[in-house]
């Protein structure tokens, strides 16, 4: 059976695999079961097993589907996969609306647009050795986790820390086979800044995960959103501090009082036609009128 072919959905694949892996349980069952059992044993036997193919065949396979997939999609440039992603989302601004409201907050907070996306860009695919996050520190309402949760929705497989306080040893595993993270308001202690420091700084770290042995999370880019230092609950704040910053591209945000006007998520591909502009500089946008 062709597990893949050239053209196909993932879910029309699925339903082929399926329909074929049930035909071929149909038939041993036809063969192994004795001859003399009855047609309704017989059936309900068929039946079962085939039940039983259906739901724990599929979860089987979707889960190493999805994990296979991750995985890929961690190893892809950033703009490989923005390029993947939709141009508009009836959930969010359009990508022109977007593109607005980033500039906007940049320029609210006088930071140069090419320097910030060139930071943005350098993060995102690991390009500098020991620095593997970007922080953007401010006042509430300054738009910190708005603008940078899209950016973190650009590479679409990403992950979600809230509160990191090190209260659980489960606290990082989401970030386990994310192509980046998002991180709100980490509460850094004594117990978890050396974990803390190897993770922003892209070394390889053992994560406990819930129900299975410890996995390692490889480089994986971070975006961090905070309101204040992020050592403040340490014993040797100044100095943490200073090994910290010395892994992290880091920004100031003050508060905007225009983001009340925001109503909706930014969109994430907004981020392809920045890079484009001022990354990319020699490759032309839709969008330039807006630059």
Request: charged letters at 25%.
């Amino acid at each position: 059976m062709e597990l893949f072919t050239e053209g196909e959905s993932g879910n029309s694949r699925g339903e082929r695999v399926f329909k074929s892996g049930a035909e071929q349980l149909h038939e041993i069952v036809q063969t192994a079961l004795p001859r003399d059992e009855s047609d309704v044993d017989r059936e309900v036997v068929n039946r079962g097993l085939h039940h039983l193919f259906h739901i724990r065949g599929y979860e089987q396979l979707k889960t190493t589907y999805l994990t296979v997939q991750k995985i890929n999609f961690c190893e892809k440039d950033w703009d490989s996969i923005m390029e993947l992603l939709p141009d508009e989302d009836p959930k969010c601004y359009s990508i022109y609306q977007s593109i607005k409201w980033v500039l906007r907050i940049l320029e609210h907070n006088n930071i140069d647009p090419k320097k910030f996306c060139t930071d943005v860009y350098q993060i995102m695919n690991k390009v500098i050795p020991k620095k593997n996050c970007l922080m953007v520190i401010g006042a509430p309402q300054a738009g910190k986790t708005y603008l940078l949760s899209s950016i973190a929705k650009s590479a679409i497989y990403y992950s979600t820390v809230q509160s990191l306080t090190g209260k659980s040893a489960f606290e990082l595993q989401d970030m386990l086979d994310s192509r980046c993270a998002l991180i709100n308001e980490p509460l850094i202690t004594d117990n978890t800044f050396e974990t803390m420091k190897n993770v922003l700084e892209g070394q390889p770290v053992t994560i406990d995960k819930k129900f299975k042995a410890g996995s390692t999370l490889h480089r994986t880019p971070c975006f961090v959103a905070t309101n204040f230092n992020l050592c403040n609950y340490t014993t040797h704040r100044a100095a943490n501090k200073q090994a910290l910053e010395a892994r992290t591209t880091h920004y100031t945000f003050n508060t905007f009082p225009d983001l009340v006007d925001a109503i909706l998520p930014l969109n994430p591909k907004c981020w392809f036609s920045l890079i484009r502009h001022y990354v990319h500089l020699d490759v032309p946008g839709l969008y330039d009128d807006l630059f």
